[in-house]
């Protein structure tokens, strides 16, 4: 039982410390659509291994990028809704818990956060080996716990064969 309490106390610690370990300088930075509506779009958007859209996604990978905003409230919580559009079917993308909680994703930055405060925000979407091989338009929208938005973006990509 102590050994589960000593692993339940540590993985949240290695998550923290994955965000703020990340070495995302030698990203692209890449452009993006701004979502629809009156959302606003991050300062910056840079995701790992691509150079320009469509952005190729390797099945049994995990696609990685950061986003950077000033964030628009005093934030307590941050999650991240994903919808993606593949053969004209449009689908929340689920994210595993751990990666919804974006607080814990914040380089160098933990909730709470306040308004006018610059952040970095991590995410990792597992690209598991059964996604077909097609366009995929992803849009992700970083809402706080009231459900506004800090930054919404559109990128269009690929899923590729490994």
Known sequence: MFKFLILVALVPAVMLQNADNINYDNWDVIPFRPCAGARPPPATLRIENCPQMPCELRRGSSAMMVMDYTSLTDATALRP???ATALGITAPYELPANIAAACNWLVGARCPTSVG?????????????????VSVTIEIDLQDQDGQTQGCFVVDTRVVAN
């Open 117 to 133: 405060e610059d952040l970095s925000w991590h995410l990792t979407m597992p690209i598991t080996a059964i996604y077909p091989l």
């Open 81 to 83: 809704v994903v919808t």
